[in-house]
């Protein structure tokens, strides 16, 4: 008859056995657990990106549309040679505007690329649109006079200004005037578009 203690050796590495079992599996939940972690942040990482991506999109493009709605306003102006009213629109025109509108050239102004909401010299004339208000700042960089009355093409011609064209009648020259365009969310400076303006009269 076999001895009782010859059967401790096979329990042992039973019990080794089933340990090394338990290991492995609790390995493998931790790995998996792991992966699984990884991939609810990676969704959830795209998933707020996405809402940023969108958040900002819609803020730049009701920027952008405040934009439009001044470059309308200054289009008149250009076109009026001076200041204009809109009803319920605050308008802030400064000297420097009319003065530019005058002019042969800018030489005598400031025409960077540069406008500070906080120093007026800095801008020619700033809108305020919707509600939540946008601020719209305006600056004329550069100009190019034509050879029409008030720089517009519907004006009559300034008699003897070009030569006649063949078919007799005088060259329109077109005047061209470039402005830099910044727009901004009143409350929230951070929620803003930076363009350039190229008027053609």
Known sequence: MMKPHAIRPIRSICHGR???QRGAALLLVL???AIALVI??????????GTKLSGSEKRYRTAHEA?????????????NQGTVNYGGVNIVWNGSFTGKMGSSDL???DSSRI??????????????LGNPAYRVYAKMVSKRPGNTQKGYKDVTLKAGVVNPAPIGMQQIIPAYYTFFILS???TDPNERVKMDLVNIF
């Open 31 to 33: 790995i998996l657990s």
């Open 18 to 20: 089933s340990a090394s």
């Open 115 to 128: 406008i500070n909401p906080n120093d007026a010299s800095t801008y020619d004339v700033y809108v305020e």
């Open 67 to 79: 934009a439009l709605g001044a470059v309308e306003i200054l289009s008149n102006a250009i076109q």
């Open 40 to 49: 609810m942040t990676t969704v959830l990482y795209i998933v707020t990106m």
């Open 107 to 109: 030489s005598g102004y």
């Open 184 to 186: 901004q969310k009143a």
